[in-house]
């Protein structure tokens, strides 16, 4: 009830933060007090939903339920419109998760893109969805595609972080079509680690960092590579590792 009275009183302004944040504590009780419970916590979910309508982490908590008991278009369905209210990319991670898991790349990819193009049509300035989806393209060894949704991606406008992930994931289409130097200088201009929400560093192999390393060691008479590029090199065989792991 003070809670209640509390979001009454309060400015328009700070209304729909709190009632964020009133829904996301409402969603952690839930989440630990029905775990072991998954119809009472559908359940306790969906009124979260009825009061909080199309709170993200309450609809891919329903998400996940719903693939818990197999209902794979539901679920994918309630992911794809956490993503399109918050442009949160996490949810598109868990999109495409379910899907691969399943075998199913061509599904994964079209579910994707379907989501980022819905939001794209309310929000054409926000990239995040592009770039995620690039990333799976790259990852399925779908060159091609990536580089024509490089291309929209880079017509956009990007802060330090987004033109970071997206001067690696040009990086990454250069090096595979075996033009290593522009790979190398799109590879220079990315900040290390940069790279907001995005995990990128695995989309390099060890091999393809070599192959960067190598050349650029030549260019610069044998030296080792710029301090950055060093780093960046660094990171992705890191990061490669970690993966394999």
Not at 60 to 80: D, G, P, T, Y
Not at 212 to 228: E, F, L, T, V
């Amino acid at each position: 009830a003070h809670i209640n009275t509390l979001l009454r009183l309060s400015p328009k302004e700070q209304y729909e933060p709190l009632q964020e944040q009133l829904a996301d504590l409402e969603l952690s009780r839930a989440k630990h007090d029905l775990a072991a419970d998954p119809a009472a916590l559908q359940r306790s979910v969906e009124g979260i939903l009825r009061k909080h309508r199309d709170f993200p982490a309450a609809l891919s908590e329903l998400a996940r339920i719903e693939h818990s008991q197999q209902r794979n278009e539901s679920a994918a369905k309630l992911w794809a419109k956490a993503f399109n209210n918050s442009g949160n990319t996490t949810y598109l991670k868990s999109l495409a998760g379910m899907y691969l898991r399943a075998s199913n790349p061509a599904l994964a990819v079209s579910s994707v893109r379907a989501a980022v193009e819905t939001r794209e049509s309310n929000d054409s300035s926000d990239p995040r969805g592009r770039i995620f989806l690039v990333s799976l393209l790259l990852r399925l060894e779908m060159t091609d595609q990536a580089e024509t949704d490089l291309r929209v991606i880079e017509r956009m406008n990007l802060d330090e972080s987004l033109a970071s992930a997206t001067a690696l994931l040009r990086a990454n289409v250069l090096n595979r079509r075996g033009r290593f130097d522009e790979a190398l200088a799109e590879l220079s201009r990315a900040v290390p680690g940069a790279y907001g929400e995005f995990d990128l560093e695995d989309l390099f192999n060890s091999d393809s960092a070599g192959r960067i390393w190598s050349r650029d060691q030549h260019r610069n008479g044998g030296q080792n590579p710029s301090p950055r590029l060093s780093v960046q090199l660094k990171v992705a065989q890191v990061g490669n590792l970690r993966n394999a792991a």
